[in-house]
């Protein structure tokens, strides 16, 4: 570990207005929380509209998320905030439709599926590797982009099996772009359960966005379902999840239930992967000794012929990229909903409530981790690590309503990382130094830039 501190927002002032908070929360939700949080086990805001409750004690977030789950269920307004582009999607829904809708997913996500699922995650991976080849001159490189567009090509080849080049995939990756940038307002629709007569946060860019990206999701999923039917789909995610029977009622997804699922799962899939990918990179540029360690477990192994099961073995790639998600985690906060009246510390949690869970303020929290702002991949490998990992860290949620893509997500991102740092060399730019930012996603305000290296030619 060294003393240098990776990039951290700063807090607001302990005490604003709410007219400041509201202002301060649509730019970024990170910057408009006050410092206290991170030593906080549990902070009110009171609002005249909603009062909402951030959680840091991890009995009380492993009640929400593990214990009794079903007490805590998303709100409506989460699923209105997002419903141009999600639908009903699992992300978004409660009870029995959900609990049929994961009965049908998860299937996709285990071991099995994913060690079928890594050849099309290599080959994205190293067409990832190739269009940075070109780059790779020492000028700055917008590092987020590439991320996306390496996370876009894995999620479209190992559900469709189509390249991110596949004109409906681009398409796709395109809108979404246009969506995200004509939604600011986003984190606030999907965080703040604001009365029913304020004017809903959706652009007119931002539904004609996600109205294209679900009719170019439906072409796709109504292509697949033919081929189903004429036995000649691929064997990739798709098909799994449409040809899974609920195996409670026997019925599978309907094409339109799908397209929602699809929707989540480009959206789930490759925003948070690419977050955590990017700043990953950039905590290597930052701290090279790390890098280099990186880059010595990789060669070892031979990057040209790794193959599933040789992951197992990069456990020092994966404990940065575990520490990437710990500093960053992609999914900052999560809300949910009180359906009683509860006794959290010595509060009462009125029915109605918000129940913020933060990833970010628990996973940097000062009375839990050593050195919480440090970037010190090693402790996941000492006890109190390994304590911490137990009580602290959720970058993937937990409980039930964890994410199924979690598995996933640390298939591709290790080897990303692994192919990425075996070809190229990271350095940081001295004048471009990353600000945090909660877009959809945690992202750099104006992006994080590095400079890429040949690592073999540079050594010769
Ligand atoms: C580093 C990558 C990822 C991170 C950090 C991440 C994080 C999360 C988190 C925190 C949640 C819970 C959100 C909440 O409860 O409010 C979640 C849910 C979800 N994620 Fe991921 N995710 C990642 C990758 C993926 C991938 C690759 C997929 C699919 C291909 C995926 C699909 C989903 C879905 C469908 C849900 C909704 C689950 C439900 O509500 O039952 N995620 N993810």
């Avoid at 929400?64 to 999607?89: C, H, I, Q, T």
């Avoid at 780059?135 to 987020?144: H, M």
């Avoid at 710990?326 to 129940?355: C, K």
């Avoid at 959720?394 to 997500?409: D, E, L």
Wanted: aromatic share 8%; charged share 25%.
């Amino acid at each position: 570990m060294t003393d240098a501190l990776p990039p951290k927002p700063t807090a607001r002032a302990d005490r604003v207005s709410l007219l400041r908070y509201l202002r301060l929360f649509r730019e970024d939700i990170l910057s408009a929380q006050p410092q206290r949080l991170y030593r906080a086990w549990m902070a009110e805001f009171r609002t005249p509209f909603f009062r909402s409750f951030l959680v840091n004690q991890p009995d009380l977030v492993k009640t929400v998320l593990n214990v009794r789950p079903e007490d805590f269920p998303k709100s409506d307004r989460l699923r209105e905030g997002l419903a141009p582009l999600l639908g009903n999607s699992v992300f978004v829904t409660n009870g029995a439709t959900w609990e049929r809708q994961r009965r049908i997913i998860d299937p996709a996500f285990e071991g099995g599926r994913l060690r079928e699922a890594f050849p099309a995650m290599l080959a994205a991976a190293e067409a990832a590797v190739d269009r940075l080849a070109v780059r790779a001159d020492g000028q700055p490189v917008e590092i987020e982009a590439e991320a996306s567009h390496a996370a876009a090509d894995v999620i479209f080849r190992t559900l469709f099996s189509i390249p991110i080049e596949h004109e409906v995939a681009a398409e796709v990756f395109g809108e979404f772009r246009a969506f995200q940038r004509s939604q600011p307002l986003v984190n606030l629709a999907a965080f703040l359960p604001l009365p029913r007569w304020l004017p809903r946060p959706h652009g007119t860019r931002a539904r004609r966005s996600a109205s294209r990206i679900r009719q170019l999701i439906s072409r796709l999923t109504e292509e697949r379902m033919a081929s189903i039917r004429a036995g000649t789909a691929p064997d990739d995610l798709a098909t799994k999840i449409m040809t899974t029977p609920d195996p409670e009622t026997g019925r599978p997804f309907d094409t339109g239930e799908m397209v929602d699922q699809v929707a989540i799962f480009f959206l789930a899939g490759h925003e948070t992967s690419a977050s955590a990918l990017a700043w990953a990179l950039y905590l290597l540029a930052e701290f090279p000794e790390v890098q280099a360690r990186v880059a010595a477990e990789v060669e070892a192994l031979g990057a040209g012929s790794l193959g599933f099961s040789d992951l197992s073995r990069l456990s020092f790639t994966r404990d940065v990229f575990r520490e990437a998600l710990r500093l960053y985690p992609p999914v900052p906060m999560m809300v949910r909903q009180a359906t009683r009246l509860e006794q959290f510390r010595d509060r009462a949690v009125p029915t109605g409530s918000q129940i913020v869970l933060s990833p970010w303020h628990l996973h940097r929290h000062t009375r839990i981790w050593e050195n919480p702002d440090s970037f010190d991949p090693d402790r996941w490998k000492t006890e109190d690590g390994r304590r911490c990992q137990r009580d602290a860290f959720i970058p993937f949620s937990s409980g039930p309503r964890v994410c199924p893509g979690a598995g996933f997500a640390m298939i591709e991102g290790v080897l990303l990382l692994a192919l990425l740092v075996d070809r190229f060399r990271y350095e940081t730019v001295a004048e471009r130094v990353p600000v945090p930012q909660a877009q959809l996603t945690v992202r750099a305000r104006d992006g994080i830039w590095l400079r890429l290296h040949e690592r073999r030619h540079a050594s010769l």
